[in-house]
């Protein structure tokens, strides 16, 4: 049997068990807006370390770093500690925080505790489904790459399949789809990944330091060397990628699921641990194959490996890893995604609407959604790409607006769930968010222009803030 005949079994399989895993949990999800966002705030820590992981450990993971370790070399580690560093940065500053609360989202947060301003929840709501919607296309991106290689289609039906089965079964059963299947999804990532690195490594004899001598002997000695001559370009990398997770709606949303605050923040610690290591490994990978082939586009450096030098029982695992990971990621992204526009966009403005109103809509912009970021998959130059521009416009925006809201308090005492107790304002929070996006796209600002964007971000909120708080208090009185 040919490689290309098992990758296409094994993702008619897989899929059907997730759409059948959708079909049972269905009638739960829909009880209520709650259970179809949050699941109740039922999830124990299970459940939530294997979601957390399978998302983390989305297709991305293992193509487009996989690539980018193949083109940038050793220097592309410094994403890799910002993106998947900041997990354990969350795990420990904010999951257990964010646990203690049944918020749908995070913008809701914003709103309920610094805020008090629909306007300012929906301007966050734009900007963190950004990254959501990037996420989604990247997915189907990297599997339409791998089909393509691997079998000589077409990359567009695929990348249109793809979305068709995630958006179906992420429809039908909300946050209780993407948990469960993440279940099954994570266990086969963890297992079929160990398989994966095993045989990857066998071909520098297990050493990393080979990978060097293998680089220095082709001529690129330069791909071995971390990049500590540019500072800057590290510390904004490692910003770009910090700064995009900590908006991040899926890792929220999770801590919110989470049955109590231990859960919320064990079940991020534990999946970005291992999470970190395993993107550092893809990432050497990708340099690995770069010693074996030099001449073949990052995006597809992957696919070539598995059908040249795995067996193909073993590369069939292989595929079946990346696929879970790529479906465990764009379910969990396009969840996210829809729960955002309905719990902040919608649900604001129209504060008659009922549950099952709102479980309908968001039902619906989950395959809105899923249409738009198939779209995006399939113009977009590569997948990271897809990534870092959202990173950067959401996290700019709205990373000093969490920070500042959050410890520039009233009083001292602690944030409690219906209680503003910020000195923020609305229109500090919106000048605020609006400078933080836009000067975080703007190319004639240099390499710095995160950092930039950041800056100014966090002054304008600070200073407009104070010069618009008599006029908020004399609104709320």
């Avoid at 059908?307 to 479906?327: D, Q, S, W």
């Avoid at 969990?332 to 829809?338: H, Q």
Wanted: hydrophobic content about 55%.
């Amino acid at each position: 049997m040919t490689l290309g005949t098992t990758l296409w079994i094994i993702t008619v399989l897989m899929c059907g068990a997730f759409l059948g895993i959708s079909l049972k949990v269905k009638d739960k999800a829909e009880l209520s807006f709650s259970n179809y966002a949050i699941g109740g705030k039922t999830f124990p820590m299970y459940l939530i370390f294997f979601t957390q992981f399978a998302t983390i450990m989305g297709v991305g993971n293992f193509v487009g770093h996989a690539g980018s370790g193949y083109s940038t070399g050793l220097s592309w580690m410094a994403f890799i500690l910002g993106e998947q560093g900041s997990k354990i940065i969350f795990a420990l500053f904010i999951a257990g925080f964010a646990g203690r609360f049944t918020y749908n989202t995070f913008p809701e947060l914003l709103d309920d505790l610094i805020t008090k301003d629909k306007v300012t929840r929906a301007m966050a709501g734009v900007l963190a489904s950004s990254i959501m919607i990037a996420w989604v296309g990247g997915q189907g991106k990297a599997l339409g790459n791998i089909f393509s290689v691997v079998t000589g289609v077409d990359p567009l039906p695929v990348i249109l399949l793809f979305s068709a089965v995630f958006i179906i079964y992420t429809t039908l059963g909300g946050i209780y789809s993407v948990v469960w299947t993440d279940l099954l999804q994570g266990v086969l990532v963890l297992i079929f990944g160990v398989i994966f690195y095993v045989y990857a490594f066998k071909e520098v004899n297990f050493s990393v330091g080979e990978i060097g001598v293998r680089l220095q002997a082709l001529g690129r000695a330069d791909m071995w060397e971390f990049g500590i001559s540019d500072p800057m370009k590290i510390i904004n990398m490692i910003v770009t990628g910090t700064i995009g997770i900590l908006v991040a709606q899926i890792y929220w949303q999770r801590c919110f699921s989470a049955t109590d605050t231990k859960t919320a923040k064990n079940g991020m610690l534990y999946s970005g641990i291992i999470a970190i290591l395993a993107v550092m490994l893809t990432a050497l990978v990708g340099m690995i194959i770069f010693t074996i082939k030099q001449d073949l586009a990052p995006g597809d450096a992957m696919a070539w490996f598995m059908m040249n030098r795995i067996p193909v029982a073993v590369a069939g695992m292989v595929f079946a890893l990346v696929l879970a990971a790529g479906m465990s990621s764009a379910d969990s992204n396009l969840n996210s995604a829809s729960i955002l526009i309905v719990n902040d966009l919608i649900k604001p403005f129209k504060p008659e609407t009922t549950d099952q109103q709102l479980v309908k809509y968001a039902k619906w912009l989950t395959a809105v959604i899923g249409v738009f970021a198939a779209l995006g998959a399939i113009y977009a130059s590569s997948i990271l790409s897809l990534f870092s521009r959202a990173y950067s416009m959401a996290g700019s925006g709205l990373v000093p607006l969490l920070v500042i809201g959050l410890l520039w308090k009233e009083k001292p005492d602690a944030h409690e769930k219906g209680k503003k107790n910020s000195k923020v304002t609305p229109w500090g929070a919106r000048v605020s968010i609006v400078a933080g996006a836009v000067l975080s796209q703007i190319n004639a600002l240099g390499s710095n222009k995160v950092l930039i964007a950041l800056a100014v971000s966090a002054i304008l909120l600070v200073v407009v803030s104070l010069a618009t708080q008599k006029t908020n208090k004399q609104m709320e009185a």
